[in-house]
């Protein structure tokens, strides 16, 4: 049981193998003896070889933790801004476990350690502070966050999707962003989709709801 919870804690965590290219805008992830094809959600390509993305997964493998999943891609608009923000980006992570939760029950918990608000308290609190300790010893820049009330806004029978507006601040400036975080049971496989964007930017936390909403079904036919 511990371990199962593990499993549903690593959502609310980050709301913070390099995989070969299968197809246009698919990508194949063998992990721990298991193969996945994964579909980058709309607009977003594989950023992982590149130098945003190569810093990106050393400040996750920095937080290496029971709740949190291995880090396989991370991904970026494929839209080349004139103004580069390093927003929206994400990162797909990958749980294995012997005995899964369906995704029904998975939702279930989820929905029921989010109405514990003393657990989420403590739960963000630590998480915040394991990612502003990455953050410093990686960027040597101070970082403070602080998780407002994470909701459920999407659960069916392909994936559960969790919003978290967060505030802070980045080497004394200010900075409000909105997390993500999409889960999909695949067999034996957890299938965390997290997607960060500054907050009032586009596209905005409805849109990126609605790329995760639709890319689970994906996940789920592809595999």
């Not at 959502?11 to 579909?39: D, K, M, W």
């Not at 390509?45 to 190569?54: A, L």
């Not at 923000?85 to 994400?90: A, F, L, R, S, V």
């Not at 392909?158 to 505030?167: A, D, F, G, P, R």
């Amino acid at each position: 049981m511990r371990k199962a919870i593990y499993k549903v804690i690593i959502t609310f965590v980050f709301l913070i193998y390099p995989a070969g290219s299968f197809a246009e805008n698919v990508e194949r992830i063998l992990f721990s003896g298991s193969e996945l094809l994964y579909p980058l959600p709309k607009g977003f390509c594989n950023v992982t070889q590149e130098p945003q993305g190569i810093l990106l997964m050393e400040y996750l493998g920095k937080q290496k933790g029971p709740t949190v999943p291995d880090p396989q891609i991370i991904i970026g608009s494929c839209q080349q801004n004139t103004v580069d923000t390093g927003y929206p980006w994400g990162w797909i992570g990958l749980v294995k476990e012997s005995n899964t939760f369906t995704q029904k029950a998975l939702n279930k918990m989820m929905a029921k350690m989010l109405e514990n608000e003393d657990f989420m308290g403590k739960l963000q609190e630590s998480a915040s502070k394991k990612g502003s300790e990455a953050f410093e010893e990686l960027f040597d820049v101070e970082m403070t966050q602080d998780v407002n009330k994470s909701r459920i806004v999407w659960a069916d029978e392909h994936s559960i999707l969790v919003l978290s507006n967060v505030s802070g601040q980045v080497g004394g400036n200010a900075l409000k962003e909105v997390h993500l975080s999409s889960t999909t049971v695949i067999e034996n496989l957890y299938v965390y989709t997290f997607l960060y964007n500054l907050e009032g930017a586009n596209p905005s936390g409805k849109q990126l709801s609605k790329i995760l909403i639709d890319n689970a079904p994906k996940i789920k036919k592809l595999n």
